[in-house]
Every structure is written in structure tokens, then in C-alpha cells.
């Protein structure tokens, strides 16, 4: 059975990982920016970074959830979840950037 979970377990920590990064990225803004918290507004790139953090939050337990589902049951399901984060990890980038640079 373990063997069975190893990449699920993997992947769980990525996205943990993940999360953790984008965190980090609006601690930065806020820092750039002087925007201290619980403050959520402020200069335009910092909401955009800040709006990109939350989006990715407020969707992790989901994809947490259908993660291990589709894992112990659909077993090939898996694999395609890592590209789960990749769009992830893609759409948190392309959201900061100016609407002009999208």
C-alpha cells in the first residue's frame, strides 16, 4: 500500500511547498511596497500578487482532496495532477504580471 502513495505523498508536499512560495512572494510585496498587515490594499502590483495568493489558497483544499481521491482510486490520475501544479505555479506568475504584460 505504501508504494501505492509514495507520489501522492510527494505531490502533497510540492504543493505545500508551493503555497509556502507564494506566501513568501506577497511578504516580499508587502515589504517592496510598505504595506504593512492586515492591509490588502496598496499599489497596483502588490494587490495583483496578493489577489494571485489567495486565488491558489482558497483552491489548494480541493485540489488536496481530489488529489488523494483520484490517487487511491484512479491510480493514473495522479500524474496528470502534477501538471495541476505546474498551472499553478504558471497562472500565480501570468496573474502578477500587469494587465498589459498578460
Not at 501522492?8 to 517592496?32: M, P, S, W
Not at 482510486?73 to 505555479?89: C, E, I, N, S
Amino acid at each position: 500500500m505504501r508504494n501505492e502513495i509514495d507520489l501522492l505523498a510527494a505531490v502533497t508536499v510540492l504543493g505545500v511547498l508551493e503555497q509556502a512560495y507564494f506566501t513568501l512572494q506577497v511578504i516580499y510585496a508587502r515589504r517592496k511596497f510598505k504595506i504593512s498587515p492586515p492591509e490588502t490594499a496598496g499599489h497596483p502590483e502588490f494587490e495583483r500578487i496578493f489577489r494571485a495568493q489567495v486565488n491558489c489558497s482558497e483552491y489548494f483544499p480541493i485540489f488536496i482532496s481530489l488529489l488523494w481521491v483520484a490517487g487511491i482510486f484512479f491510480h493514473q490520475g495522479t500524474a496528470a495532477l502534477w501538471l495541476y501544479l505546474y498551472t499553478r505555479f504558471r497562472y500565480f506568475h501570468g496573474y502578477a504580471l500587469a494587465v498589459q504584460g498578460r
